[in-house]
Nanobody
Framework: QVQVVESGGGLVQAGGSLTLSCAAS????????MGWYRQAPGKQREWVAT???????DYADSVKGRFTISRDNAKNTLYLQMNSLKPEDTAVYYC???????????WGQGTQVTVSS
């Protein structure tokens, strides 16, 4: 069983910055593919960014150039640095842990990010 816990959400003005963290339990965190997703009110959950075990990253077009995903394998922690925030970034942000050998993914409970205009 893997536990995933997000933190760092809050209220920020448009143009501001925020850093989210995601702590994942279990061994060999470095082998995980980790991702950030978000869900705005009334909308489906959408993918934001992914970082693989080798360190390669991908971003949704809506956040490319503004958000940076990173990981600290020594701390079993994933990060999402969010800059130039826009009101449309307002959502609950979720962290997901995956590994090819797992039969399921593990999600956190989410952390609220609210960007005021």
């Amino acid at each position: 069983q893997v536990q995933v816990v997000e933190s760092g959400g809050g209220l920020v003005q448009a143009g501001g910055s925020l850093t989210l963290s995601c702590a994942a339990s279990g061994s060999s965190f470095s082998l995980n593919t980790m991702g950030w997703y978000r869900q705005a009110p009334g909308k489906q959950r959408e993918w934001v960014a992914t970082i693989r075990s080798g360190g390669t990253t991908d971003y949704a077009d809506s956040v490319k150039g503004r958000f940076t995903i990173s990981r600290d394998n020594a701390k079993n922690t994933l990060y999402l640095q969010m800059n130039s925030l826009k009101p449309e970034d307002t959502a609950v942000y979720y962290c997901k842990a995956d590994r090819p050998t797992w039969v399921r993914s593990y999600w956190g409970q989410g952390t609220q990010v609210t960007v005021s205009s």
